[in-house]
């Protein structure tokens, strides 16, 4: 016998009636935290922003989710397509749903991170200007923390965060607050930081 709810209805039945335009959907993205080893320090690949928001800053390779596709299969396609880079082993770090850390609306994004031996040679492409990978650097002063970003070029990206914590110490990443920054988009430099601290 079909089960039905608690209105008699069976799923066929409730589907026929089920409006989903009924509840308003976020974005979804897929980040790539690409970490590797230059120096005997860590080094972080970023891409620098060829379009709005925050064209001319450096953010993660990523992108949206296309339908019919998983959010790890958008962070393996937005890697190759924005680096050349391919990456068949990725790990989810977190999803991070922080309401207003979009310009462009309610967006969410699950972020992936990997670690490679060496710095592979990265070219930016399709709405990538520039890929490159820079040396972390961060220090803190209570709940305050300084991340600054260098590469060898000498660009040299900055932001001071707010960052609180759960009961057990963990970094909370949506409580966390970007307080000001500098050629970071969006806010990847918490990720960055919640990435480095789960290493």
Known sequence: MEKV????????????????????????????????????????????????PFVGD???????VNENESCEDAAKRELAEETGLVKEELEQLI????????PRGWTVTNCFFAVTDAPENAVGADDADEADWFFIDYASSGETYELVLKNLRGDILRAVMTVKRTKSGTMDINATTVDSCDGIAFDHAKIILYAIERL
């Open 5 to 52: 709810n608690k209105e008699g209805k069976t799923l066929s039945e409730f589907l026929a009636e089920y409006n989903a335009d009924a509840w308003k959907k976020p974005s979804v993205t897929s980040d790539i935290v690409l970490f590797s080893v230059r120096e005997e320090r860590p080094v972080v690949l970023l891409i620098k922003r060829g379009n709005h």
């Open 58 to 64: 450096w953010a993660f390779p990523g992108g949206f």
């Open 95 to 102: 999803t991070v749903s922080t309401p207003n850390r979009d």
